[in-house]
């Protein structure tokens, strides 16, 4: 969602704030702010925009002194204007906060803090907390970290700027965490925000706050004592945050494909063991994701059934509450997700845990919350992804599911792993006819995707991806839902993709199309063979082993949407409206 940097060093903050800003603008982007401490006062400027817009429009990054915080902002409470960009600042200007979360108790503490002469200057939530950081600081800054964080409901990350030049984070159900250089401090929700400065991180936990003073650190709890946190070296690489030669970093991220097939084969074979023993040993077994995640969800289910004649129930993570009412000790939830941060689903964790259930997960960040409530978690390996779709990640999560079911039931999926990474390379390697067909679609206005079986996950997840990057009604249907109402919408200038290797689904979705076609529809087909029904035919690889389609086919749906996202003029790393980590309910 938002993102929040703070520094305290020995160098210029604001060139390195609107640095750090830019790195994690992925979170979330309608508005920048920055606030820095200079001889004895804080100035902030802050502006609608994207962070090289805003810094241009407002020069930030000349901004004076050597210690401050900064923010991107995705709202939540209040509309996109400056006023409501962080940071935020106090009646006497001698605190500037920035936030990310929501505070569920906002209204009662401004009704309270009003009543107390206090000024409000903008809409959000976010802005109590200066408010009350103001009340308690005569008591001194630990005091007023501490009575603040216990007045708060809901859930913060916070990075403040004090006039004595203190920097202090906390946080509660949202990411901080430290970067620890040889000349400074960072407070950041993300690593990404000081990897380029230093690869050494604490993590804080919920109910911690820190205060970097003097250039030390300290960290404790809500209540004040005293907490040791380990500095962990980041494994990611500065080179892994650049976008190279590439355009964009979406465009990276879905080249980089053949890799990731490569790397998420890559596990701890201990930790291997214990996940799966885990989840072999359950009586009853939940799978939940969001958004992308969940459509990882819905290929293991099947993978589970075909390869393992093991059940398990999907559950998309933000109606968890409604869906996951009956676990107990012996049941076991596999959550899958990117960021390991999305709020529903550790929601979905919370839930599972209170029920006594062994939590497993599959996440990408191996830091993350979600990483380390688990009782045992994988990681697709993939490295940072920074575009705000899912793309590698997706790829990453699958491959990893081929290697849980593969290791479950018995070496089922042995043949052609190897072949899997060189079929990948030849479909990145083939954006040509997904370009040409790109060009036929640039003005349509609704795109339907069917697939059956394993590849009515990936005709979802073609069809979000539409959504998201380009802008366009996309819906992916079960192919054998057609005849149950879809059929209604075929017609001319409508836009049908079939996803249809040469597999047991393949000739009940030759059908459909015929079906479709006859209505006069637009029909492209995503398959190792071609047929006389496509009107545009987009070639995949021929797999020998079937469970391994739905990779190869989502990379051309994952092209074509940020080939339509170019037509558009749309930013493909940066879809509006929407941020990487979805840290709110
Ligand atoms: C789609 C997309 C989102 C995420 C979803 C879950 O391209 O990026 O739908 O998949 O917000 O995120 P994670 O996997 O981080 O839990």
Request: charged share 20%; hydrophobic share 40%; aromatic share 8%.
């Amino acid at each position: 969602m938002c993102s929040i940097i703070g520094y305290k060093g020995k160098n210029a903050a604001a060139p390195i704030l609107v640095d750090s800003l830019k790195r994690m603008e992925y979170r979330g982007y309608d508005s920048v702010g920055v606030a820095t401490f200079d001889s004895g006062s804080i100035l902030v400027r802050k502006g609608t925009g994207k962070v090289l817009e805003v810094n241009r429009n407002l020069n930030i990054d000349q901004m004076a002194g050597k210690i401050g915080i900064g923010h991107t902002r995705w709202a939540t409470h209040g509309g996109v204007t400056d006023k409501n960009a962080h940071p935020h600042s106090a009646c006497k200007n001698d605190i500037a906060v920035v936030h990310n979360g929501i505070i569920e108790n906002y209204q009662e503490l401004k009704e309270e803090l009003i009543g107390a002469g206090h000024t409000f200057a903008s809409e959000t939530d976010s802005e109590v907390i200066a408010h009350l950081l103001e009340i308690h600081y005569s008591s001194g800054v630990k005091e007023a970290m501490i009575e603040t964080c216990k007045r708060l409901r809901g859930n913060f990350a916070i990075v403040a700027v004090f006039q004595d030049g203190t920097i202090c984070g906390a946080r509660y159900e949202e990411p901080l965490v430290i970067g620890v250089a040889n000349d400074g401090y960072f407070v950041s929700s993300d690593v990404l925000g000081f990897l380029e400065y230093t690869d050494k991180a604490i993590f804080l936990e919920n109910g911690d706050i820190c205060i970097v003073d003097n250039s030390k650190l300290e960290i404790f709890d809500f209540e004040g004592r005293p907490i040791a946190h380990p500095i962990t070296q980041v494994a990611w690489e500065l080179g892994d945050i650049d976008k190279g030669k590439y355009a964009h970093y979406t465009l990276k991220e879905i080249n980089e494909q053949r890799l990731t097939v490569v790397h998420a084969g890559r596990q701890d074979q201990a930790m291997m063991n214990k996940f799966c023993d885990i989840l072999a040993s359950a009586k009853d077994i939940y799978i939940t994701g969001s958004g992308t995640s969940y459509h990882s969800t819905l290929i293991f289910k099947h993978m589970l059934a075909r390869f393992g004649k093991i059940r398990a129930e999907t559950v998309v993570s933000s109606e968890s509450q409604y869906a996951l009412t009956s676990m107990d000790r012996n049941s076991v939830l596999v959550a899958i997700s990117q960021s390991g941060e999305t709020a529903d689903v550790l929601d979905s964790v919370r839930l599972a845990r209170n029920q006594g259930s062994k939590i497993l997960s599959i996440v990408n960040v191996t830091t993350s919350s979600l990483a380390r409530i688990s009782d045992a978690c994988l990681s697709t390996n993939c490295g940072p992804e920074i575009g705000v779709a899912a793309t590698k990640s997706f790829t990453g999560q699958l491959a990893l599911i081929y290697n849980i079911t593969d290791r479950l039931c018995e070496k089922c999926l042995e043949t052609e792993r190897a072949d899997l990474a060189v079929a990948v390379e030849n479909v990145v390697a083939n954006q040509g006819s997904v370009i040409k067909v790109a060009e036929q679609m640039k003005d349509a206005s609704d795109i339907y995707l069917l697939g059956r079986s394993l590849h009515y996950p990936i005709a979802l997840e073609g069809a979000l991806k539409l959504k998201e990057l380009a802008y366009v009604h996309a819906e992916g249907i079960a192919a054998g839902e057609l005849k149950h109402g879809p059929l209604a919408l075929m017609e001319k200038n409508t836009f049908v993709i079939m996803i249809n290797p040469h597999d047991a689904t393949f000739n009940d979705t030759i059908s459909n199309a015929h079906e479709i076609k006859a209505r006069g529809a637009t029909v492209v087909g995503i398959s190792d063979r071609n047929d006389d029904v496509y009107d545009y035919w987009i070639e995949i690889p021929h797999l020998k082993e079937e469970a391994y389609y739905p990779v190869v086919e989502v990379i051309p749906l994952q092209i074509l949407a940020y080939q339509l996202a170019l037509a558009k003029n749309a930013d493909p790393d940066y879809p509006r409206n929407l941020a990487k980590s979805v840290t709110v309910r």
